[in-house]
């Protein structure tokens, strides 16, 4: 289940969050940079005013990366009654360890996430030593705010490491960062537990500004109560549809748009030869799927079937190791993209182009119906698609 985080400035803006569907409230003075921090008698006061309807969770702020100013800057914000604690991880930190090691008592008794920054080179083997630790999750967010943001410093098959490093240490995992509107279907594909948001609450006025209530809802309808089930690694497109993704769906009329994506190029590990495992090779990549249109004219994310869809699965299922056939590579991409219940044809060409000897490939076309029955049984909305 994935939930939004909202993040507010007080015991107003939490309400206003509250109001529009926000599953968990946390803490920021986006006036402080990227993790400012309000004050304790804030936190206390949202609380307060809260009173136990959602989770509430606070930043630590730019604490000085030294275990001692760490530890109080935890037991000072611990008193004021949050749920969670947020603490930055602001690398190079001295010593990560001695951090941890210094926290680990409090972590005891009082809930700690450790905040990881993309456009800061997070080291990722962090992940085990913050579960001994006992921190009870991790997210990944941006410390320059107004830039590039996480899917811009990030693409997906990174992004779905770090989930999984999450789930193998069973740490809460979190994803944020100037995160927008059509962030969002992207990022549900890979089952986070928390999408973080500000800057996308705002409206016009940006992250400085006040949250606004239409803001919140448009960003809450895009998040379905229950996101998704799916196990861990698991890709499943069909999570948008079937969990309140574009409901509205042709019923017999079979009315079809396309998305396609033409002239990718990505370096794949892919060959038949042994010499061919040594490195990667320039593949290009030409998808155009068929999908059922919805019976309302497009407004927001809700409505259409995203592109970036079709580019994130090419990219996972290329992530996902060395594939000795290029038709392989065809029907796996095929494959997870009629996961999609909106998907009903795929088209697939996938051409090597350092052959040496001009450009060699396949083209593929799939329908629902070619499904094999013993990938499509068992599929319900809560169902994986695995590469």
């Not at 549809?241 to 002239?263: E, I, K, N, S, W």
């Not at 042994?274 to 990667?280: K, L, T, V």
Request: proline letters at 6%; charged letters at 25%; one cysteine or more.
């Amino acid at each position: 289940m994935t939930r939004m985080l909202a993040s507010v400035g007080d015991r107003g803006e939490a309400e206003i969050a509250i109001a529009g569907g926000a599953d968990i409230i946390d803490l920021k003075d986006p006036s402080r940079g990227a993790f400012g921090a309000v004050d304790p008698a804030t936190v206390r006061d949202t609380v307060i005013a809260v009173a136990g309807r959602r989770p509430v969770s606070a930043v630590l702020g730019e604490v000085p990366m030294q275990p001692g100013a760490l530890a109080d800057a935890v037991a000072a914000m611990a008193e004021a009654g949050a749920d969670t604690l947020k603490l930055g991880f602001f690398f190079p930190a001295h010593d990560p360890d001695a951090i941890i090691r210094a926290l680990a008592p409090l972590a005891r008794r009082q809930k700690l996430i450790a905040v990881l920054f993309a456009d800061l080179a997070p080291d990722l083997a962090l992940l085990p030593r913050l579960a001994a630790g006992g921190f009870v999750g991790a997210m990944l967010d941006t410390a320059a705010k107004g830039g590039a943001g996480l899917l811009e410093q990030w693409d997906l098959p990174a992004l779905r490491r770090f989930v999984l490093g999450c789930r193998e240490q069973h740490l809460l995992c979190g994803l944020a960062g100037g995160l927008e509107a059509p962030d969002v279907p992207r990022l549900l594909v890979l089952d986070p537990d928390v999408l973080g948001f500000r800057s996308a609450l705002c409206g016009e006025a940006g992250r400085a500004g006040p949250i606004e209530p239409a803001a919140v809802r448009a960003i809450r309808a895009l998040i379905p109560p229950q996101a998704g089930q799916a196990g861990a690694g698991a890709v499943d497109y069909r999570l948008l549809a079937a969990r309140g993704y574009a409901p509205d769906l042709p019923q017999g009329t079979g009315a079809t748009d396309r998305v396609f994506v033409r002239d990718l190029v990505l370096p794949v590990r892919i060959g038949a030869y042994s010499r061919e495992r040594s490195r990667p090779q320039r593949v290009r990549f030409a998808v155009e799927a068929s999908v059922l249109r919805a019976l309302r004219p497009s407004q927001d994310m809700r409505d259409v079937f995203s592109y970036d869809l079709i580019i994130d699965a090419i990219r996972m299922v290329v992530d996902a190791g060395h594939i000795a056939l290029v038709e392989t590579l065809a029907e796996r991409i095929a494959d997870t993209l009629l996961a999609h219940r909106r998907i009903v044809r795929v088209a697939v060409q996938v051409e090597k182009l350092d052959l040496g000897v001009g450009m060699a490939g396949v083209a593929i076309e799939r329908n629902r119906s070619d499904v094999a029955p013993a990938r499509s049984a068992g599929r319900g909305a809560g169902g994986t698609v695995t590469e």
